[in-house]
């Protein structure tokens, strides 16, 4: 067998040296395209909870759950638990800006909606929140995607995104799936 030269040694870099460059730019602008175009971008938002008294005090406690209407923001927040959402149903209105924000009382958990671009961890001891604008009407299904344990898939909640005009905030301002 001929021993390769000092030529082709360097011949042989520079391609893979050409191949790992082309690798790591189409990813790249595969990240920006998707940012750019289909509004996936990474989470930004770091905002800390105690996941111990989560569900005792402020705005995680069980009756500040679900959508809520407050002036123009339009918010539903969400406890995501090993292996049940609560509230299970969250009603959105279609073609408005909402935010969701979610939080953890115990392990890593992670949320997407299918066919939208909501799609985030759950991580104890943060809060995860996400804009975005719901276009289609009808039950998106919203699982958990983060494997958290043994019932880890039986985890998932439904987002029902109802016209803006069947959106209606009782007195108090709240929308649950419930009362429709
Ligand atoms: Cu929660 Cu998987």
């Not at 953890?104 to 929140?129: A, C, E, F, K, R």
């Not at 919203?142 to 898939?153: I, N, Q, V």
């Amino acid at each position: 067998m001929r021993a390769d030269t000092e030529q082709d040694i360097l011949k042989t870099e520079l391609w893979w040296t050409a191949l790992v460059t082309a690798v790591v730019t189409a990813i790249m602008l595969a990240i920006i395209y998707a940012g750019l175009v289909h509004h996936i971008n990474p989470p930004s938002n770091i905002e800390t909870v105690d996941p111990k008294t989560l569900h005792l005090t402020g705005e995680f406690t069980e009756g500040n759950l679900g959508t809520r209407v407050d002036g123009s923001q339009i918010t539903s927040r969400i406890v995501a638990t090993q292996f049940a959402f609560q509230p299970q149903c969250i009603v959105m209105p279609a073609n408005r800006t909402v935010t969701l924000r979610f939080a953890t009382p115990d392990v890593i958990h992670g949320i997407l909606v299918t066919g939208t671009n909501v799609n985030t961890m759950i991580i104890p001891g943060y809060v995860s929140q996400v804009h975005t604008v719901f276009t289609k009407t009808g039950d998106l299904l919203m699982p958990c995607h983060e494997f958290c344990g043994l019932g880890h898939s039986q985890m998932w909640a439904t987002v029902r995104v109802v016209p803006e005009d069947e959106f209606k905030p009782g007195p108090d301002g709240r929308v649950t799936c419930d009362a429709r």
